[in-house]
């Protein structure tokens, strides 16, 4: 166990939202979202990676964990759209964003943080994710047994 504590450099997260009739859902902790998505057809995530080690930072994770983290939610998920909001004074970050063709959208000087969009419908941008990507085997627990 310890040694996978060891190897854990810092984490990944897709949280979801929609704008159905029900309302935003944001917060309904409640909600299984497997159970949502056969319900709803318009999802958003906003994307947050953290690679803590510093050691770690630079060599291509935070890039791996993001297009996989996307790729899921595009193919698993049903999501649409991409939102990520980078502190501004964090250029690696805010580079790779911008590699990955993440539009800027807005500026909060009250946060210090940059907002960056991407859309599956802009032109070739599911593709590039999709590229980026190749490697996936996905495999289910319940076919493990």
Do not use: P
């Amino acid at each position: 166990m310890q040694d996978e504590i060891d190897l854990m450099v810092g984490d990944v997260n897709l949280f979801l939202s929609s704008d159905e009739e029900n309302g935003n859902l944001k917060g309904n902790l409640y909600l299984s979202v497997y159970s949502l998505m056969n319900k709803l057809n318009n999802f958003s995530g906003e994307i947050s990676i953290m690679v803590a080690e510093k050691s770690s930072r630079g060599i291509g994770i935070g890039w791996e964990a993001a297009c996989l983290m996307m790729r899921f939610g595009m193919d698993t998920l049903n999501i649409k759209e991409f939102e990520a909001k980078i502190k501004q004074d964090n250029h690696g970050s805010i580079s790779m964003f911008e590699k990955l063709t993440f539009q800027e959208v807005s500026r909060s000087e009250a946060f210090q943080e940059i907002t960056f969009f991407a859309s599956i419908n802009d032109s070739g941008w599911r593709d590039f994710i999709v590229s980026q990507t190749k490697f996936i085997c996905e495999s289910f627990y319940e076919n493990q047994k």
